[in-house]
């Protein structure tokens, strides 16, 4: 190759730091540009057309493209020795080329195949009661899916679908080349058509020519009762679509769970602070507990102390996949009045009188304030 070439960033319009999916980009732009089919009335398409493939197939393999921005096209001048596009690069190629080595060894690569599309991800945030009791969702987002105005085959609708002149409708490109070891036959997937074998004459105005395109999507999810933050729903068949004709992925729908006003959750269980007055600890009392399903008669037992804990069963929240359900446990909190009645702070008055002589009579700390006093 003599150094009158263009340089192969300048063929493809690219700059010398662009990574792999922007020089594929840029190389299947010009080519669906410059095709030869497309281009009958152009004599110079089709020399064009071979030196924007020139260009990829160097551009494209790592191995070959550094030895380019080291040498320029010297790198593959084989009457300088070296191995030319497509030597070492291909030679040491992915193990879906299959080469020719002195002759010895032949055979084909596999016409590449529909693939599986992209999972996609969203975040669905929900109330704690519909976490609790389960419910219906709208999510809407964004795939992609088949074309709707091509149906899916990359044509402009009334127009043909062509055999790849590229690759004669084989989808797939061979390359030989004198390597230092010996004559090297590559087989690639063909860029241009993607291993398919053929090309739309006239590319979709909508997909340009990839049978997918983004649409606006929404779908209904049932949310079963019990969930919590981090479990997630997953849609089948309702992430993008896959190339070639592949089976659509799954959307996945990430769950988050609001905090309630006053429940606090442990798995299945709820917890809830119940604040009473000294009056209801010391003589036990009947009160008003709310559940998530209305409200709940309770008996405090006399005596009670500030932080015991008690349980009404079954009225926590549903075991996920279960009909079984979680506790409700209250937490007693005794609470001490910041501001008292005249009426009141007697009664504390008297009632303090009568429980310090009591305690001082019967407690560990009564007790041990007899010893120091001296008292048997």
């Not at 191995?83 to 080469?99: A, Q, T, V």
């Amino acid at each position: 190759m003599s150094d009158s070439k263009r340089d192969y960033y300048e063929v493809l319009g690219v700059s010398k730091g662009s990574n792999k999916d922007e020089i594929k980009k840029a190389y299947r732009k010009l080519a669906k540009k410059y095709h030869p089919d497309l281009n009958k009335d152009n004599p110079q398409a089709e020399e064009i057309f071979k030196e924007v493939n020139e260009a990829y197939q160097v551009l494209s393999d790592d191995e070959a493209r550094a030895r380019y921005d080291q040498l320029g096209h010297a790198a593959f001048d084989q009457s300088a020795g070296g191995p030319g596009p497509g030597g070492f690069g291909d030679f040491f190629g992915d193990f879906g080329d299959i080469f020719d080595l002195f002759g010895g060894f032949s055979g084909g690569s596999r016409r590449r195949g529909p693939t599986r599309g992209q999972d996609l991800s969203t975040t669905l945030e929900i109330s704690f009661e519909e976490a609790a009791f389960g419910t219906k969702k709208t999510v809407k987002y964004r795939r992609l899916s088949v074309c709707r105005k091509c149906n899916g085959n990359g044509a402009e609708p009334g127009t043909p679908i062509v055999e790849c002149s590229q690759c004669h409708g084989r989808g797939q490109i061979q390359q030989e080349v004198n390597t230092i070891f010996g004559r090297s036959v590559t087989v690639r997937t063909c860029p241009t058509c993607g291993g398919d074998g053929r090309i739309a004459k006239t590319p979709c105005s909508l997909c340009r020519g990839e049978g997918r395109a983004y649409e606006n999507e929404e779908i209904e999810i049932n949310i079963p009762p019990g969930v919590d933050t981090g479990n997630r729903v997953i849609a089948r068949g309702r992430g993008a679509k896959g190339e070639m004709g592949g089976e659509f992925g799954d959307l996945i729908i990430n769950l988050k769970v609001r905090s309630h006003e006053i429940f606090k959750r442990d798995g299945a269980n709820l917890l809830l602070d119940v604040p009473i007055t000294f009056a209801q600890a010391a003589l036990g009392d009947e009160i008003e507990v709310p559940t998530l399903e209305g409200v709940e008669n309770y008996k405090i037992p006399a005596g009670i102390q500030s932080g015991e804990t008690r349980r009404i069963r079954g009225k926590g929240l549903n075991h996920l996949n279960s009909n079984n359900k979680g506790d409700l446990i209250l937490k007693i909190i005794v609470q001490t009045p910041k501001r008292l009645s005249q009426e009141e702070r007697e009664l504390f008055e008297k009632l303090k009188g009568i429980q310090t002589t009591e305690n001082e009579s019967r407690s560990p700390l009564g007790k041990f304030i007899d010893l120091l006093r001296g008292k048997k």
